[in-house]
C-alpha cells in the first residue's frame, strides 16, 4: 500500500490539513463551497446551531446543524486553483488514514453544493434569478493533469469546440456533468438550468477589455449562442466546473447554484446583489434540508 509523502500531504503542527486548517471530525456529510469568506456568516446564520468555526487565508469555515442536518460551509476564495486546493485537501480528510498516511478501504462519498454569483450570458436569464449547472464547462485546464478516467462529456466537448472554431494553442475545453441525485433535490420550476462555464480569469478569459487585447474577440458571442440536443451555456463564472470534475474524479456528489448579478447580455447589474445572494442562499438550505 503506497504511503504518501510528508511533503505531498502536508499537516500543521496540530494536525490539520495545510491550508483549510481543518481536521477529520469538521468534516460534514453535506459542504457548501462559497467564494467570498463572508458570505460563510451569511450562510451559517441560518443554522439552528454552531459547532465549530476556523479561517485560515481565505479559507473560512463554520459547521452547524439545520433542521437535524449536519452542514459545513467554507469559503474557497476565486477560481480554479483554489477549488483544487479546497476539494482535494477535504477528500484527504475523510478518505486518507493521516497516521498512516495511506489511502482508507472503505472511501467516503460527500455532498458538495456550491452557493455562489454568476453573469448570466442571456436576456431571458434576467439579473436576482437562481441558475443551477446541469453540466460545468471548464476553460481552465485544471482537470487536465489528473489522469482521465472517463468523466468527460466528449460529445458535447467536441460539439462546442467545433461551434466556438476554438484555438487549439489553449487549454481544450472540458465538460463534467453534476450530481443527478442532487440537482433532483435542488433543481425546480422556480430556477433556470443549463451549462455553467468556468474561466480561468474575471477580465481576458471572461471577455473583458481594459487594455489587453483579446484572443478572440466573439468567443462570448460564440459561448452564447452555442446551443446543442437543447443545452446552451447560461452563465460564466469561476468554480463549477472544477468542482464537478474533481467530485467526479473522488466519487463525491456535486452541484453548482449562481445567484445572477449581471446579465452579460444585455449589460445590467443587480440592483441589490445581497438580496439576491440571499434568495439563492434560503432557497437552497431550504431544499437541502427539508
Known sequence: MRTIGPSELILNPDGSIYHINLKP???????????????????????????????????????GNLNGKRL???????GPDNIDIVLNEIDALVNINLNT???KNELTSLQIVRMGTSGSLHKDIPVDSIVLGKYGLGFDGVLHSYEDKGIFETELENAFI???????????????????????KLLSDQIFSGITA????????QGRVLRL?????????????????QLRV??????????YGLSKLLGHHAVSMNAI???????????????AVEKMIQYTLNKLTT
Open 198 to 205: 468556468t474561466a480561468g480569469g474575471f477580465y481576458g478569459p
Open 261 to 275: 448579478i449581471a446579465n452579460r447580455a444585455n449589460l445590467t447589474f443587480s440592483k441589490d446583489p445581497y438580496a
Open 162 to 184: 467545433d461551434h466556438c472554431n476554438y484555438a487549439p494553442e489553449k487549454s481544450r475545453p472540458y465538460i463534467v456533468r453534476n450530481s443527478s441525485l442532487l440537482e433532483k
Open 213 to 229: 487585447a483579446l484572443q478572440d474577440n466573439d468567443l462570448n458571442h460564440k459561448i452564447e449562442s452555442f446551443e446543442y440536443k
Open 72 to 78: 459545513m460551509v467554507i469559503s474557497t476564495g476565486i
Open 25 to 63: 471530525e469538521h468534516i460534514a456529510p453535506t459542504i457548501i463551497f462559497v467564494g467570498d469568506q463572508n458570505r460563510v456568516e451569511k450562510v451559517a446564520r441560518h443554522f439552528d446551531d454552531i459547532e465549530f468555526s476556523a479561517q485560515k487565508r481565505e479559507f473560512k469555515t463554520i459547521v
Open 234 to 243: 447560461t452563465n460564466l463564472e469561476m468554480e463549477t466546473s472544477v468542482i
Open 101 to 103: 498516511r495511506t489511502v
